[in-house]
Each structure stands twice: as C-alpha cells, then as structure tokens.
C-alpha cells in the first residue's frame, strides 16, 4: 500500500529551524508507522533521526506525536490511521526538548521520576523474613507497574505545557505505585511531597494521559486517587483542598459555581502576596468584562442539586 508521511525534521547542528519533509513509499499493508520510518531511513533517507529498539511495544522508545497525539509508533499500524494513503503526520514527541528529527531529550522525564523516589522505602532496613502481599493488593497495582516509561502520557499533559514544574502524569503514576504497595512504609511522607506545588493537585483532570496512554496505567486516575489519600491523611492546607471543598459547598448551596467567592477560598484568605495576585487577575477580568457575579445567583431547582450534594456527601462518610 502507499504511504504517505509528513515527517518533522530539525538539525541543531545545520539548521535551527524545524520544518517538515514529506516522504512517499510502498510499504506491507501490516506494516506499522515505526516500519515506515525506518524503510525511509533504509531507502530513502539515512539523515532521518529516530529511536526505537524492541518493536514490539515493550521498550517504550518509539513514542512519536502521530496526526497530533502521542502514540508508540511500533504500534500504530499505518492501514488503521490512513486506509486510503492519506498524509500522516509525525512529530516527536511534546513537552520534551528535541535533540534531532523524532528523538528528544528523555532527561526532564526521569528526573521527574527520581523526584518521586521510585523505590520501595520500607521502616527496616534488614527485613526479618519474606513479606507476603495479599494477591488483592498486587492484582490493584498490575495496571500501573504495566507502564513502560515511554512518555507519551507527558507528551501530551496540558497542564506540563504551561507549567514545566508540574511533576506530570508518568511520575505521579509511578509514586502511585509506590504509595499504594503495602510493602512501602513511607506513604505518609510521599502524599506530603506530592500535596505540594507542582504535585497531584495541579493535575487540570483533562483525560489526555488516559486516552494516549498505550498500557492503560491511567495516570489522572492514580492522581486523583493520590489526592483522596491525601485529605485522608490530614493534608489540607492546599489551594487544591480548598478549591475542591469551595468548589462542593458553592455549588450545594446555590446550585450554581460562586467563581469569585471559588477563587478567593482557593488562594487562601491569609495568603497576602496570592491575593495580590488574584487582584491584578480580578483587575483584567473586569477590563474584558469577564468578572464574575460578586453575589451569584441561585439556580432554578437549587434545592434538588442541594439534595443530591448532600446525598453523596452523606455516601462518603
Ligand atoms: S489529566 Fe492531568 S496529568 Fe493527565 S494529561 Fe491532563 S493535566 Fe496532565
Ligand atoms: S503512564 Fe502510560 S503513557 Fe505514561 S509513560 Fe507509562 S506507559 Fe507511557
Ligand atoms: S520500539 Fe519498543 S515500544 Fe516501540
């Protein structure tokens, strides 16, 4: 079948400028996209840049932006995304800085991953005899020990893409691992780490690790239930605490969302420097006409929303 790909190409060392090539070929109909690259690299163009190594979506090496989002490459079969030869495009992938073509500097990735110390941390030193985990305990945690560190979950983070600090969707998954494993005796003190800024409440719960996440790890769902940990824990003295408890009460009260009232709570009263900040946010918002309702109004049927906040409330407890 013909194959037809827009390849994003970029030498630091020629050129500083990146620009995409476009590449035409006769490839299998089963092959995939890596099988493509590396026929053009054979064939056609041996100055194309790539890495892969296990091909066969173990190694976690071939991760690659297809059409807009991240996917493993050795994976992705060429007939499913273009059936009829259209142009696919392929880039490296997102948040990371390229080093040449499709290859990027995995360095920022890991040292997120250290950051989150990705060991077992157990009280004892000198362990007195086998710990036997419950079969319940493990089978939680196969899914997220599946993950192969590829980097497509941050590729595609929306909340990495404006802040770089945020320790991002791979690493939050991997520390779930750890603070979830009965065998760790520092959950404690990873959920005080991780409740910090840049941690799991800068998460902006938009899917995209879930959805391009190719072993099913689903990181947003380990860092949500990181921050349910946390509040258990007694750690609430975040804006994210505060935003989530604002957020619930707002909206059990009036039925609606109290934005300026969400905003203040979540910066905290006593936090002098974040209220100055959130008054030049106010300022512009006012300019543009986007202030919010100083008094919110309440919704039609608030009390049925009230009855139901209430009800889940009560679930909780
Ligand atoms: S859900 Fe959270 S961690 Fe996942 S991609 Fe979106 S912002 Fe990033
Ligand atoms: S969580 Fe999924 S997408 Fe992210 S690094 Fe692990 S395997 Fe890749
Ligand atoms: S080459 Fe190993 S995962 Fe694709």
């Not at 099988?35 to 163009?45: N, V």
């Not at 945690?141 to 590729?155: F, H, P, T, Y």
């Not at 190719?214 to 921050?227: N, Q, S, Y």
Request: with cysteine; net charge neutral; proline share 5%.
């Amino acid at each position: 079948m013909k194959a037809v790909l827009d390849v994003k190409r970029f030498d630091p060392e020629n050129n500083s400028k990146e620009y995409f090539q476009k590449y035409e070929l006769e490839v299998e109909e089963s092959s995939t996209i890596l099988d493509a690259l590396i026929k053009i690299r054979e064939d056609l163009d041996g100055t194309l840049a790539l890495r892969c190594s296990c091909r066969a979506s173990i190694c976690g090496s071939c991760g690659m932006r297809v059409n807009g989002s991240a996917k493993l490459v050795c994976k992705t079969r060429l007939v499913d995304i273009a059936p009829e030869g259209e142009k696919v495009q392929v880039e490296p992938l997102g948040n990371m800085p390229i080093i040449k073509d499709l290859v990027v500097d995995m360095n920022p990735f890991w040292n997120k991953v250290q950051q989150v110390r990705p060991f077992m941390m157990p009280n004892n030193t000198e362990p007195e005899g086998e710990y036997i985990a419950s079969n319940e305990s493990m089978t939680h945690l196969v899914d997220v020990m599946n993950c192969i560190m590829c980097g497509a979950c941050v590729s595609d983070c929306t909340a990495l893409e404006v802040d770089e600090s945020f320790i991002g969707p791979a690493a939050l998954a991997k520390a779930y691992r750890f603070v979830a494993d009965p065998r760790d005796d520092k959950s404690k003190d990873r959920l005080k780490y991780l409740n910090k800024n840049s941690g799991v409440w800068d998460c902006t719960r938009c899917y995209a690790c879930v959805e391009v996440c190719p072993k099913g790890v689903a990181p947003m769902e380990r860092i949500m239930k990181m921050r349910d940990l946390a509040i258990e824990e007694g750690f609430k003295n975040t804006s994210g605490y505060r935003h989530t408890k604002s957020f619930v009460n707002s909206v059990g009260k009036s039925g609606r969302l109290d934005e300026a009232r969400l905003a203040l709570t979540s910066v905290g009263f006593f936090n002098v420097f974040g209220l100055i900040d959130l008054a030049f946010v106010g300022l512009k918002a006012l300019v543009k006409g986007k202030l919010p309702p100083i008094l919110p109004h309440k919704a039609r049927e608030s009390e049925n929303i009230k009855k139901i906040v209430n009800k889940i409330e009560r679930g909780k407890g």
